[in-house]
Each structure stands twice: as C-alpha cells, then as structure tokens.
C-alpha cells in the first residue's frame, strides 16, 4: 500500500491529502509528529522535509513532484485540465501558491501562533505582512475573473491553493470580503468531501500537537528556507532572521 509521511498541519500534506483522497487512493498515514523521527525523514527525504511518499520500492519527495507522480502513475480522474494551455496554466497557479501564497501565510502563522511577541517588537513587519497577505488574495481574485475554479475543472491549482488560504483564514487572516470570488471559491473548494477530510486530519492533528512533548514544528527552533526567507526580508525581518540564527532558534533544509 501506499505511504505518505507527513505531518498534518503542513500545507503540503493537506495538499497531498487531498489529492489522494479526490483519486480514491489508500494509503497508510505514516506521520512524523516528533522530533525524533527526523532521522527516519532523513533517509527518504535528504531535505528533511514533509511530505514524502512510498509506493513500494519508490520514494518521492516534495510536494509538486509526488502531484506530478500521483498524476502520471493513477490518471482518472484527472486532476489537470485536458489541453496543454490549461495544464500549464494549472501548474503556474500551483507554482505562485506554494513559493510566495505559501511564505505569506507562513508570516501570518509567525505572528499568529508561534512567534506572537512578534506582533509587538515588530509591528511594522506585521502591517506588511497583512499587506501582502491582501495582495495575493487580490491577485487570486483576478486569476478566478469569469471561471469557478482556477484552471478548468476543479484540478489541481484548487488543491494547491486551497491550503495556503484556508490555514490563514483559520487563524483570523481571512479572504477580504471584496475578493468575491475568490470567497465564493473558497466555499465551494472546501465544502468537497476529499477537503474537509483533510482538514479534520489536521484540525485533529493540532489539537494532538499541542500535548506532544518533542514536536516536529518546535515553537523554539523554526525551519526556513527559499520563499520563506524572501518573504522575511521582505518585510523587515531579515535582522531578525540573524538572530535567530545565531540563538540556535532556526535551520535550514540539510545539504544532501
Ligand atoms: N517544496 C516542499 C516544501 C515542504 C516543506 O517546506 N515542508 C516543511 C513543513 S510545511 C517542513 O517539513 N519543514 C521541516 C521542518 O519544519 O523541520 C514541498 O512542496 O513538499
């Protein structure tokens, strides 16, 4: 059977989830939770991060690729559009929502939930990221101008974007009620029986996270990398960023 390792509150699990779930796949959840199974991730990941997949003697690591693999290996139903405009153009979303909607909403979770004295020692980062946050949920407002879903039928541009979107508005950064369509979406995207089973995964997973002694995400030692370092030094806190990686308070991904 297939294994995905993940952790639930990963945006790029939920999106994995999702799509495993729309393919009617089953697969046996793997989950790394704790700290001490990053060996474990180690030996199928090199980066050391979540989400992997195992389809036995195959292992596939990043989200977009395991998409990709997912797709070319169980094509029905599809989750690209039939005709190479529309499949490129699936791709392109999906692209811009996990390198710049991804570091955003991951800003907004910073403020929001594991770094909030953040909100006063560094106010002006937070108005800029509220700005920012504004901007692509403009953006993706647009993209939506006279369809229902971002590319085609619902696909996978929906299931990328959704989990960059709907986690920020779980904690108080919601759609602007004059981004119409992408409110509308939103509703439509999330009432699909594949989505709101992985959202219950990880609502359940929080709640569990928050006994678990030894987490993965550690409130005190935060993972960055790519986007998610432009979008600090972005908004100001690039000095920040130093020093918390002088105090040993963050990492980057492992060369392999
Ligand atoms: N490009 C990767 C990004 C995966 C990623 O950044 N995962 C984060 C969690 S959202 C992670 O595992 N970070 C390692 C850590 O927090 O230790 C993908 O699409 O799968």
Same mark, same amino acid.
């Given at each position: 059977?297939?294994?995905?390792?993940?952790?639930?509150?990963?945006?790029?699990?939920?999106?994995?989830?999702?799509?495993?779930?729309?393919?009617?796949?089953?697969?046996?959840?793997?989950?790394?939770?704790?700290?001490?199974?990053?060996?474990?991730?180690?030996?199928?990941?090199?980066?050391?991060?979540?989400?992997?997949?195992?389809?036995?003697?195959?292992?596939?690591?990043?989200?977009?690729?395991?998409?990709?693999?997912?797709?070319?290996?169980?094509?029905?139903?599809?989750?690209?559009?039939?005709?190479?405009?529309?499949?490129?153009?699936?791709?392109?979303?999906?692209?811009?929502?996990?390198?710049?909607?991804?570091?955003?909403?991951?800003?907004?979770?910073?403020?929001?939930?594991?770094?909030?004295?953040?909100?006063?020692?560094?106010?002006?980062?937070?108005?800029?990221?509220?700005?920012?946050?504004?901007?692509?949920?403009?953006?993706?407002?647009?993209?939506?101008?006279?369809?229902?879903? =971002?590319?085609?039928?619902?696909?996978?541009?929906?299931?990328?974007?959704?989990?960059?979107?709907?986690?920020?508005?779980?904690?108080?950064?919601?759609?602007?009620?004059?981004?119409?369509?992408?409110?509308?979406?939103?509703?439509?995207?999330?009432?699909?029986?594949?989505?709101?089973?992985?959202?219950?995964?990880?609502?359940?997973?929080?709640?569990?996270?928050?006994?678990?002694?030894?987490?993965?995400?550690?409130?005190?030692?935060?993972?960055?990398?790519?986007?998610?370092?432009?979008?600090?030094?972005?908004?100001?806190?690039?000095?920040?960023?130093?020093?918390?990686?002088?105090?040993?308070?963050?990492? =980057?991904?492992?060369?392999?």
């Amino acid at each position: 059977m297939l294994q995905l390792f993940d952790h639930p509150l990963s945006p790029y699990a939920l999106k994995v989830r999702i799509l495993l779930y729309e393919k009617g796949l089953e697969f046996e959840k793997k989950e790394i939770r704790r700290h001490d199974q990053r060996d474990e991730l180690l030996r199928l990941n090199p980066r050391g991060e979540v989400p992997a997949l195992r389809d036995g003697d195959v292992v596939i690591y990043d989200s977009r690729v395991i998409a990709e693999y997912v797709e070319d290996r169980w094509p029905t139903p599809p989750m690209l559009p039939p005709d190479p405009a529309g499949r490129a153009r699936a791709r392109a979303i999906e692209l811009v929502a996990d390198t710049q909607v991804d570091a955003c909403a991951v800003g907004v979770a910073l403020f929001g939930f594991f770094r909030p004295a953040l909100k006063e020692t560094h106010p002006e980062a937070l108005a800029r990221t509220t700005e920012l946050l504004r901007k692509h949920h403009e953006n993706l407002d647009r993209e939506l101008a006279g369809r229902e879903h =971002f590319a085609g039928p619902f696909s996978r541009a929906d299931i990328a974007v959704l989990p960059h979107v709907a986690m920020p508005a779980a904690i108080g950064f919601g759609v602007p009620p004059e981004c119409t369509r992408l409110t509308a979406w939103l509703e439509r995207v999330q009432s699909r029986p594949s989505a709101q089973r992985a959202m219950q995964d990880a609502f359940a997973a929080f709640a569990e996270s928050q006994e678990e002694k030894d987490p993965f995400f550690a409130h005190d030692r935060l993972h960055w990398r790519n986007d998610r370092i432009e979008y600090l030094l972005r908004v100001g806190l690039g000095p920040w960023l130093l020093d918390e990686l002088r105090a040993d308070r963050a990492f =980057f991904s492992p060369v392999p």
